[in-house]
Every structure is written in structure tokens, then in C-alpha cells.
């Protein structure tokens, strides 16, 4: 490939862009010479209704107090701050659906629908604090949601639309929502895909809750497909006419910088997702701070595209709250990039004019996979910044990415950041760093990374170590929704004082790091992280399943896909059922428990699960396997046949 023999490269900014530049060396010099007063002076560009005097209080570490004594609105920053300002007819979002419909939405059009959306909240009793589960397709509302629930002061927390009837419920209870925010359907690739149903199922008594979900009031439905609907008459209500009918005036709530923004729930170690949660001042000012500073924000000019779903953190940092607080015009993408061709993505840049576009490396594999002849049928010249997301990007497709979408001038920034962090702590910074393809880099003004061994203690040149933030930092996670210990247990304990972020990583000799995957029993599937013990705990509630043991193997497209070992109980149907038949059912029952995005890739019906004397599955092992390695040392296992039979298996193709 062309882009193998480059890797060594490094790119230098160009002038032109280096003159223009949001971000300039000095950045740099000015935090590190008062990190606190650096952060003050970030925050002090959002509008507090009572302003703050005091920056951080760590005295109750490691849950950090960041501008405590100020108030603000989230909402009122990223909408109404605009219409104020003079800035109202500024295009918000360019929406274009699937099937082809679009809108344009203004900042002025965002506050009469915030307003509105926010008044139809009040009339169905969501005040300040009360938790509100929004379910829903990439379209507008999903963002009028989000920032209804700011506005009146409501906690949101937003499930990806391709999560299971059961995730949603896990969700719902643990933060014990009182409200649902959900769509008729959504569109996926030409087809419509129904979400009210999953939030019927959610809500209902079944095997697993017996009981229903007694904390939810109501459903507020968007008609967005316009397919057939259930109704619970008293509790389900629709978008069209609680929102549509209320009034365009109303007052956002000021909270305190702390007051609870959101929860997003993430996969962790264990079974069970962790509801992370963030406030609000700190999380806006890391937000916009970075938003501003990693991709050059131009507001008045710019077209700024995230191809990410506001499902996720990115779309809650990158598609929400940083750039919208920044002023930014964005383009808002409903479906898939090969729904009705393989250039939708290209054609969209195209025709608004796209100027930063930020997506992920396992898309960007994908589109080097369907072939450059694609994005080379459509104009991309008005591109002049690129960035990356969600995992390690593999120098040939950065070096792809940079050719192919970026015509060798956009600078590539690539950003490591996660749901935890709520905000971009490593990237280059375009304009001023010379950028390396693979590596990250470097923190972020104002935030600080280490990288350690085992004792805490940094590690040498090209030595892998854990990545730790050694300094609290605005943006950073409060907390696990209602579990105070296994926050402090998760990141706190493995090294004292400093953040443990559960990735590997390495310095180069220039100072550089770059990412190593993570060192946990998380799995990262096309840039969305998976659990282990959840697709485990999925596939052993089967009833022909014995026993499950789960690994993240290598993937060229994915990055790593889920492969499963599983043991099929001798005295059930599975029994008898051809391996294929049980791949089927199994993965029919990830898709039920989790979502389709859980589902294994490979599913190996094996005889026995390599244990250690102590019980503990041998995950190593079988990734080896999985990723047909040698089997290396497997003297501490229980039974070392055990392996034999499972690479003899794997090579019968069974
Ligand atoms: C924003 C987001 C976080 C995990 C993180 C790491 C991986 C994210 C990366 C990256 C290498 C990058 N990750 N960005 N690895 N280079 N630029 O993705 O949040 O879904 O919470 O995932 O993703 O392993 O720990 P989240």
C-alpha cells in the first residue's frame, strides 16, 4: 500500500493554516504557568448567571468541585446566548435524514423548540433533578431533548437507539427515570426501525423485571416514520401535542456549576454499566474549551461535521454542548454511510461545504475497504480540518484518511479522550503541533498525562505503562450514578491520587504517546466499548448455554470483534442443534439482552472454557486462539487439554 512505506512521516502545519489558528504555541506556556487560573479563564467565556470565585476544591477527592459557587444554564449557553448576541439567524443544524428529507434549523428555531420542549416537560411535572431517559434517532429532537432537559434543570440520560428493550430498562431503573423521550422509528438503511415497541417491552413486567418500571410517568413520542404505534392511554403522550402546542417563552433554570448535567451509561469491567455522570459548569467549560482549540472553530464560516450518534459521548461533546456553545453550524446526519450508495457520507460533505469533519477510524477502514474510487467522484475541497475518535488509528489509515478525504493539506487530529473524561485530553493541536500518524500525542493545555508502570512510577522511552491523568481537570466524571465506592474503587485506587484510565500506552522518543488498546476486560467494538462479563452474562442466561467465555480479537475493519467460546448443556435442545444453530440463537440473545451491536462475530462451540487452578476463565488464551496465534504457556491452566481440543475445533472449522 502506498500508505505503508510513509509511516515514519511526520507533517508539519502549514503557514496558512498555523496563521489562522485558533490555538497557538503560547497556549501551551499560559496554562502551565497557572494551570487553575488557565481553566478560570476558559470557563469565564461561557455566561454565568452568578459568576464564580473560587476554581477548584479537591478537598473531597476524587470527586471534584470545579467553579462550585457559580450558576448557570447549559441551554441557555449553547441556544439562547446566541439569539441574545445578535447571532439568531445563524444556521444550528443542516439535518438530513436517510431517506432524504432535510431541515434547517437556526439558532433562533432552536430556542422557540427548546423553549417549547422545555415548557411541555414542566406540564408533564420534570423539574430540576428528575432523571429523563431519551431514546431516539438522530434527528432534531434528539438535541431538542437533550437541551429541554438542561433548561428546566432535569438530568438527561441518553441510550444509543441500538440498544435492547433490556439495556434501556437497566438504564431506566438505575437512575430511576421519570420520564421516556422516544421516536414511532427511526430510518436504517432504507428501512424503518422501530423504537416505541422496544420502550413498550422495556417498561412491561418480564422474566427479568417481573415487576414494570414503576419510576416512569410517561413516553413522549416523536412521529418521526409514522408506522403503527401501541398507545398507553394516561401514559403515553405525543411530541406533536404536548411540545408542538406549548408556548415559545420560557425561563431557564440557573443551577449551581455542580448540578448533575447528564448520565451516559458505558460498559465497564462487570456485568452491570456504569452510569457516569456530569455536571454542568466544569463540563461545558472542558466542552467548548476543546471544541474551540482542537478544531479551530470558525463559527461564522465554518460547516462542522461529527458523524458520531449523540448516543454517545462524542455526540454529547462534539455534536451538543462544544459546539453548539461555540456558535458552530453543523450538519446532523440521521442513517448509515452506504444507505442509498457508498458516497452518502462524501455527497453530504459536498453539498454543504463541510469544512472540520471528525468520525472513526473503524469507518474510515471501512470506506479504505470500498475503495478510493468513492469519496474520489465527489468534491472535498472544502475540507481544511480532519479528526479522529474511539480507538487507535492505524497509521495507514491515518495516512489514507489524510490522502484520500483530505487531498495531503487538511491537517488529522487525533483525539483520545472517553465518556469519563467528558472531553478531548490528547490531541495534537492543529496550526501548531507537527502531527505524528498513530499517535495522539499530546495532552491538551491545562490537562495532565502520565504514563506509568505497575509501582506509579513513569516509564522509560517505548516502554508500555498505564495512562493516568495526574491532575483533576473540569470536565472529568463526578461519579458512578448512585455508587459512590465503585467510583473510587474503578479509577482511584490502582494508583493513588492520579486517574487509572484503564488504557495501555507508550512514550516515544520525542516525548510522543501513543495508545496500546485498553488493559481491562473491556473490549472496543468499531470505537464502542463492550464488557466482557455482559455478553458472558447475556449468553449463560440462554437456556442451552452452560458456560461463556468472551474476547475481544483482532478485526482489520472493527478493530476488535467479539469472539465467544460457549458450552452447550448436555441435557438441552442445544445439545443436538448444529453449531451454526446455536451461532444463531446465541446470537438472536446478545441482540435481545444488549443490542446488535454486541452481537459476536464468532461463536465456537467448545467442550470446556480454559480456567485458572482459581477459577478465573483464561481470556489470553483464548484470544490467541481466536486471532489464530500459537497457544502459548498454559501451564497454570486447571486442565491444559483443554486448550488442544479448542484449537483442534477452531482448525476443523466446527
Ligand atoms: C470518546 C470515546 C473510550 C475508550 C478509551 C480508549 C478508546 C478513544 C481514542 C482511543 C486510541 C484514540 N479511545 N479515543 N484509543 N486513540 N484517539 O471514544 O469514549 O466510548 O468512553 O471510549 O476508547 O480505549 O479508553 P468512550
Known amino acids: 500500500m502506498v500508505e505503508d512505506a510513509l509511516t515514519q512521516s511526520t507533517f508539519p502545519p502549514t503557514e496558512d493554516f498555523a496563521a489562522q489558528a485558533n490555538a497557538q504555541a503560547d497556549l501551551y506556556s499560559q496554562a502551565s504557568e497557572d494551570r487553575l487560573e488557565f481553566w478560570a479563564e476558559q470557563a469565564r467565556r461561557l455566561d454565568w448567571d452568578t459568576p464564580f470565585t473560587e476554581t477548584l476544591d479537591w478537598s473531597g477527592a476524587p470527586v471534584a468541585r470545579w467553579f462550585a459557587d457559580g450558576t448557570l444554564n447549559a441551554c441557555d449557553n449553547a441556544v439562547d446566548r446566541h439569539v441574545r448576541e445578535g447571532r439568531g439567524d445563524r444556521v444550528a443544524f443542516h439535518f438530513e435524514g436517510e431517506p432524504g428529507d432535510t431541515r434547517t434549523v437556526t439558532y433562533a428555531d432552536m430556542q422557540r423548540e427548546v423553549s417549547k420542549a422545555a415548557n411541555g416537560l414542566e406540564s408533564l411535572g420534570i423539574t430540576k433533578g428528575d432523571r429523563v431517559a431519551i431514546y431516539l434517532p438522530q434527528i432534531p429532537e434528539a438535541v431538542v431533548a437533550m437541551l429541554a432537559c438542561a433548561r428546566v434543570g432535569a438530568v438527561h440520560s441518553v441510550v444509543f437507539g ?16 421519570k420520564l421516556v423521550i422516544t421516536a414511532d422509528g427511526g430510518n436504517r438503511r432504507g428501512a424503518h426501525l422501530a423504537l416505541k415497541p422496544l420502550v413498550d417491552a422495556a417498561l412491561a413486567p418480564s422474566d427479568a423485571n417481573p415487576t414494570p418500571a414503576g419510576s416512569v410517568e410517561h413516553v413522549l413520542t416523536v412521529k418521526r416514520t409514522g408506522q403503527d404505534t401501541a398507545w398507553e392511554e394516561g401514559r ?44 454542568t459548569g466544569g463540563y461545558l467549560t472542558g466542552a467548548s474549551y476543546s471544541h474551540r482549540v482542537v478544531f479551530d472553530i470558525k463559527p461564522e464560516t465554518d460547516v462542522y461535521w461529527c458523524s458520531a450518534d449523540v448516543g454517545w459521548i462524542t455526540g454529547h461533546s462534539y455534536i451538543v454542548y462544544g459546539p453548539m456553545i461555540n456558535g458552530a453550524t453543523q450538519v446532523l446526519y440521521e442513517g448509515v454511510p452506504n444507505a442509498p450508495h457508498e458516497g452518502r457520507w462524501w455527497e453530504i460533505i459536498e453539498k454543504y461545504k463541510v469544512t472540520i469533519f471528525y468520525t472513526a477510524p473503524t469507518a474510515i477502514r471501512t470506506f479504505m475497504k470500498w475503495g478510493e474510487a468513492i ?28 490522502r484520500v478525504i483530505g487531498s495531503d493539506r487538511c491537517p488529522i487530529v487525533d483525539t483520545w479522550w472517553q465518556t469519563e473524561t467528558g472531553s478531548i485530553m490528547m490531541s495534537p493541536l492543529p496550526g501548531v503541533t507537527e502531527t505524528k500518524p498513530g499517535s495522539t500525542q499530546v495532552p491538551l493545555p491545562g490537562v495532565s498525562i502520565e504514563v506509568v508502570d505497575d509501582e506509579g512510577q513513569p516509564v522509560g522511552v517505548e516502554e508500555g505503562g498505564y495512562l493516568v491523568a495526574s491532575e483533576p481537570w ?62 458472558e452474562n447475556a449468553l449463560v442466561s440462554h437456556p442451552w448455554v452452560a458456560e461463556a467465555a468472551v474476547v475481544g480479537a483482532a478485526d482489520e475493519t472493527t478493530g476488535q470483534a467479539v469472539v465467544a467460546f460457549v458450552v452447550v448443556k448436555s441435557d438441552g435442545a442445544g445439545a443436538v442443534a448444529s453449531g451454526h444453530e446455536v451461532a444463531v440463537a446465541l446470537r438472536e440473545q446478545v441482540r435481545k439482552e444488549i443490542g446488535a451491536l454486541a452481537k459476536p462475530r464468532t461463536i465456537l462451540v467448545v467442550s470446556e472454557v480454559p480456567k485458572t487452578r482459581s477459577g478465573k476463565i483464561m481470556r ?21 487439554s483443554v486448550m488442544d481440543a479448542i484449537s483442534q475445533g477452531l482448525e476443523s472449522g466446527k
Open 162 to 177: 441500538g440498544f435492547s428493550a433490556e439495556s434501556l430498562r437497566q438504564r431506566i431503573d438505575d437512575a430511576r427515570a
Open 474 to 535: 473540569p470536565s472529568m466524571l463526578r461519579g458512578i450514578w448512585g455508587d459512590p465506592e465503585r467510583y473510587q474503587e474503578t479509577y482511584w485506587d490502582r494508583f493513588p491520587g492520579k486517574y487509572f484510565a484503564g488504557d495501555g500506552a507508550k512514550r516515544d522518543a520525542d516525548g510522543d504517546i501513543w495508545l496500546l488498546g485498553r488493559v481491562d476486560d473491556v473490549m472496543n467494538v468499531s470505537g464502542h466499548r463492550l464488557s466482557t462479563t455482559e455478553i
Open 620 to 640: 489470553r488464551l483464548l484470544r490467541d486462539v481466536a486471532e489464530h496465534r500459537h497457544v502459548g504457556d498454559v501451564t497454570t491452566l486447571a486442565d491444559s
Open 375 to 402: 469519496p474520489a467522484k465527489f468534491d472535498l475541497s472544502s475540507l481544511r480540518l480532519l479528526g479522529s475518535v474511539g480507538e487507535p488509528i492505524n497509521p495507514a489509515a491515518w495516512l489514507w484518511y489524510r
Open 236 to 279: 403515553d403522550v405525543w411530541w406533536h401535542d404536548v411540545v408542538d402546542p406549548a408556548s415559545e417563552q420560557h425561563q431557564p433554570v440557573m443551577v449551581e456549576a455542580e448540578h448533575p448535567l447528564f448520565i451516559l451509561y458505558t460498559s465497564g469491567t462487570t456485568g452491570k454499566p456504569k452510569g457516569l455522570f456530569h455536571t
